[in-house]
């Protein structure tokens, strides 16, 4: 079965500019959550959707924003780049019928310069 | 706002040593998960505790759910190099995780 699937796995960026990252989740699970993981902050909870619903939402700017495909991939897009949003990115995939199985992906560096 | 507290931080201890960290919080929480993750990978799920008082075993890793269902420890035995990385201890909520902080382990040859 293969894993969860996110591209790309490093993105250098300017400030100012905006950024789209990707998550392919584990056949047939149909949740895929997004967090932020930073040295001072750890990993924080962007964001939840389910069959193409965003279910729950972190405490992040509304410059932080997510879709799901009815493939249940999904992408993250963050606008206007600011250097604190340098992080690594990940996604894990879940079921999504209340299991507690979380799959985490390799994640997206992103460094904002 | 951290919910839930790591400790230690950082641990750097000799190969066949044995060790504890702790993952505490002010309020009871249902289930708790702790996870593992290398450098340059996302966190990989070890083990989920449900009921207050539960031992889980995995290989040489214990992990323990505390009675009052506010905190966790996990213990390992003979620690190896190929534990090294960082140990994450996670709530789980509505939809989402919740993260300590960790703790870095360090486990030299």
């Known amino acids: 079965k293969a894993g969860v699937t996110q591209t790309p796995r490093y993105l250098i960026k300017t400030r100012g500019q905006q950024v789209t990252l990707s998550c392919s989740p584990i056949?047939?699970?149909?949740?895929v959550s997004w967090y932020q993981q930073t040295p001072g902050q750890g990993l924080q909870f962007l964001f939840e959707y389910f069959s193409e619903t965003q279910r729950n939402k972190g405490n992040f700017p509304g410059r932080f924003s997510g879709r799901q495909f009815s493939n249940s991939r999904s992408e993250m897009n963050v606008s206007t780049l600011e250097l604190g949003d340098s992080a690594l990115y990940l996604c894990a995939s879940n079921p999504g019928q209340g299991g507690y199985g979380y799959t985490f992906g390799s994640g997206t560096r992103l460094t904002v310069v | 706002t951290q919910l839930l507290e790591q400790s230690p931080q950082f641990l750097s201890i000799q190969e066949g040593e044995n060790l504890t960290v702790y993952c505490n919080s002010s309020s009871v929480f249902s289930s708790l998960q702790w996870y593992r993750q290398e450098p340059g990978e996302g966190p990989v799920l070890l083990v989920t505790?449900?009921?207050?008082?539960e031992v889980k075993k995995l290989k040489r890793l214990t992990f323990q759910f505390g009675d009052a269902r506010k905190d966790s420890s996990l213990h390992i035995t003979a620690a190896q190099p190929g534990d090294t990385g960082l140990y994450l201890c996670a709530k789980l909520g509505a939809q989402k995780l919740v993260f300590g902080q960790g703790t870095r382990l360090t486990i030299n040859p």
């Open positions: 505790v449900v009921t207050g008082g």
């Open positions: 056949s047939g699970h149909r949740s």
